[in-house]
């Protein structure tokens, strides 16, 4: 289930067709044709990129559009001839693409100059053949920064600003990826930026491209130099971990996360740059990273910000939708686009349908536009449910021990489904994972524990023993039939029959979806209480949905059992986290009469 809200720049691409070019204050967006009975993973958002060059939509199951920059009143959403995808940038001249495979897609006048409107692969161009499996990507205007499975990072596009780490005499642009700094952990960059950010395994931070405003934090000795051509290390960062930073042209903006003095979670923004183009929530430039201090989020969890290449949104945990910048097209929507902001104001929101849930809810600045969507970030996803149940130490009960002697912990109850029932196939995973680093093993397990390859070098190693051509479903479907006892079995009883869950899996379903239809109270026997008033036929649908997200064969729907599962979901306000379920009944209903 969508909402997006849109506001800015709404021409070339014309996203909304029958409003202004200029949309000053935050409308809600509707893709033509949306049909509300589809299926949810068809159409749910999980991530939008806007430039210049145009606007992007990946949805949950891998695919997406794209509304390129033309001027075409008219025009349609194209789609992206590219499946699985996980992750989309678009820049002022290129667009990018990551798949789960590991492979990156870009197109664009710097990538590719014979056929700039062409996907090509532009990870299978590594020189190192053994570095091409990429696990992040990010944008600039003019470049694409690629982050590999080896922590290495390339450069590929335009180098005329040094934003690669060389001098404009030596590379001046390039459409083979080049080779900037290993041992990186994070790219920090922005689609209108022409400088990057490299964070690397012990938290040192280094910097270079285009310093004209300080918007590399390089401090007052730095600020006369334009160009930063060596990657240079960026001192006096605030105390805390970063938990991003996000580039515009002119500015930087970093999310610092530490702890107040009751040791609860607390973040603050810093920023570097030069005030009089995009505001930096304050009013001087500022030639090292610096707070932002305003009375708006000084008592709010930021969940997110976002920065555009002169304006800035951040989002905050009481429903807040801060914003300060450049407003020459409406893109603060603030309603005045004649009036920049350089210190952070709210602005007013239309009335959010999940607003009780804001943490799904993310911001995406694009060239001159602005966005709020929903995504849930586990949306009816059993992979997303078991990768964070995985390393919980408290449900783990067998152990491996890594190369270095790091140990890692699993789940014996998965692993003995995942691996064919078949005690030598964990003994030979016991063996490989010997033999591998602690993030090797990490990517070994992530992979065991979903569907997804996301180091396929790593996989063609453990496709043997694991049951690669299952899906998760399947698996949990398998043990859902399983009639062996279980020493860590959950026992629910009800009046007209006793349920066994293994622990592991309701809890983690349980947990995740906000208690499902369960008051969940374990005592010394292992049995749970079932508060809920359901019938046993809906009861069995809700059992037979934790385990395959899937609406269970032989039940006749009835407009009863709707609404009775209308109560349940309104109660647990599953409405926020699965309405999946709700949509298949209605859909199953509907194809039955």
């Not at 918007?215 to 007052?220: D, I, N, S, T, V």
């Not at 409406?330 to 849930?357: H, W």
């Not at 069995?540 to 009835?558: A, D, L, M, P, R």
Request: with cysteine.
């Amino acid at each position: 289930m969508n909402e997006i809200i849109f506001f800015g720049w709404n021409k070339s691409p014309k996203l909304i067709k029958n409003e202004p070019d200029e949309i000053k204050k935050p409308i809600k967006f509707k893709f033509e044709n949306e049909n509300e009975n589809e299926n949810e993973n068809e159409k749910q958002i999980k991530q939008i990129a806007s430039d210049y060059l145009g606007i992007t939509f990946l949805f949950k199951n891998g695919k997406a559009i794209e509304y390129l920059r033309q001027n075409d009143s008219n025009q349609n959403p194209q789609k992206i001839q590219i499946e699985n995808i996980q992750k989309v940038i678009v820049g002022e001249q290129n667009e990018a693409i990551l798949t789960i495979e590991g492979n990156v897609f870009a197109k664009g006048y710097d990538i590719n100059q014979k056929n700039p409107k062409e996907f090509l692969n532009i990870s299978s161009l590594i020189e190192d053949t053994n570095d091409r499996i990429i696990e992040d990507i990010s944008p600039s205007s003019d470049s694409i920064y690629l982050l590999t499975s080896n922590q290495n990072v390339y450069g590929i596009g335009d180098n005329y600003v040094g934003q690669f780490g060389f001098d404009f005499q030596e590379l001046s642009r390039t459409e083979i990826p080049i080779l900037m700094m290993k041992n990186v952990s994070r790219i920090f960059s922005g689609n209108g930026s022409k400088h990057v950010f490299l964070l690397n395994s012990n938290q040192e931070l280094f910097g270079c491209g285009y310093n004209e405003s300080g918007q590399l934090g390089l401090g007052e000795s730095k600020k006369q130099e334009t160009r930063i051509y060596k990657l240079n290390q960026i001192q006096n960062i605030p105390k805390g971990k970063i938990i991003d930073i996000k580039c515009g042209l002119f500015h930087s903006i970093m999310l610092i996360e530490d702890e107040d003095e009751d040791q609860n979670p607390k973040r603050k923004l810093y920023s570097c740059g030069h005030w009089r183009f995009n505001g930096l929530g304050k009013n001087e430039d500022t030639y090292e990273f610096t707070e932002i201090k305003s009375f708006l989020f000084e008592n709010d969890y930021i969940l997110d910000f976002s920065v555009g290449i002169n304006h800035t949104l951040i989002l905050t945990s009481n429903s807040k939708l801060i914003v300060f910048g450049y407003d020459n097209y409406g893109q603060l929507g603030t309603g005045n686009k004649q009036k920049d902001e350089l210190i952070p104001i709210q602005i007013e929101l239309p009335e959010l349908r999940f607003n009780e849930n804001i943490s799904n809810y993310h911001i995406s600045c694009g060239y001159f536009n602005s966005f709020l969507y929903y995504s849930p970030s586990s949306f009816s996803n059993l992979e997303e449910d078991l990768i964070k149940l995985f390393g919980r130490k408290e449900f783990c009960n067998i152990s491996f021990k890594t190369e270095n002697g790091e140990i890692i912990e699993a789940h014996k109850l998965i692993l003995k489904y995942r691996l064919n029932q078949d005690q030598n196939q964990i003994e030979k995973l016991q063996e490989i994972i010997s033999k591998k680093s602690i993030k090797e093993s990490n990517q070994i397990f992530e992979m065991i524990y979903s569907n997804r390859i996301i180091n396929s070098k790593l996989y063609s190693e453990i496709k043997e023993i694991i049951n690669s051509n299952e899906k998760i479903e399947e698996t949990m479907k398998r043990i859902y039939l399983n009639e062996n006892e279980n020493e860590n079995d959950f026992i629910i009883e009800r009046k007209e029959k006793q349920y066994k869950f293994p622990k592991l899996i309701l809890i983690m379903r349980s947990e995740l979806y906000r208690g499902m239809f369960l008051s969940v109270k374990e005592d010394t026997s292992n049995k749970v209480t079932d508060y809920s008033e359901l019938s046993n036929k809906s009861f069995q649908i809700f059992e037979y949905w934790i385990y395959s997200n899937q609406i269970k064969e032989g039940i006749q729907i009835t407009q009863e059992i709707i609404d009775e599962i209308q109560i349940g979901i309104d109660y647990f306000q599953l409405n926020q986290t699965n309405p999946n379920l709700f949509d298949l009944l209605i859909n199953k209903f509907n194809n039955q009469n």
